[in-house]
């Protein structure tokens, strides 16, 4: 099947199908990676229509239906990653590398010098996805009840 999407940055009226996907998708990496206490699953509406006013939120539409997501947020040459999701029905096909390509030409353009996130160190699909995407692990905590690995990825 051929499937051609765009992304674009999230507008406040997208807020309720970026809460949708992020519902679904982060219960789904809590299941997968043995969760109870995910974050990301606590968040409302109104928590997500702030983030797109605050930060930059991108989103990959399939005929103008959101299924995947990404949050950054700059602080100085710094930047950090979050709420990245992919609906599951629509990954492996490229969505979730070119939102982190996206985020990466969003990053180098504002003159960031280093990127992070976190993930469930367990989780062995995402932490070769982001090790595909040029991340390192810097450090695992155990700080909300799991193995939480800091990833860090270095832009030149």
Do not use: W
Not at 42 to 65: F, H, M, Q, S
Not at 72 to 98: L, Q, W
Not at 141 to 148: E, I, K, L, T
């Amino acid at each position: 099947m051929d499937y051609s999407f765009i992304i674009r940055q999230a507008e406040v009226s997208d807020a309720g199908d970026v809460y949708a996907i992020i519902q679904k998708a982060f219960r789904e990496y809590a299941e997968a990676a043995g969760l109870t206490n995910v974050e990301a699953l606590k968040e409302t509406p109104a928590d997500i229509e702030k983030a797109i006013r605050e930060k930059v939120v991108y989103i990959a539409l399939i005929d103008k239906v959101i299924v995947g997501t990404v949050r950054v947020d700059i602080t100085g040459d710094t930047a950090y990653i979050s709420r990245f999701a992919v609906n599951s029905s629509h990954r492996n096909i490229g969505i979730g590398k070119s939102l982190m390509n996206l985020v990466d030409k969003y990053l180098i353009s504002k003159n960031v010098r280093q990127v992070s996130l976190h993930t469930a160190s367990k989780y062995g699909a995402l932490m070769r996805f982001y090790y595909g995407r040029g991340f390192y692990v810097e450090s695992v905590s155990h700080d909300r009840g799991y193995p939480r690995a800091r990833l860090v990825k270095d832009y030149p």
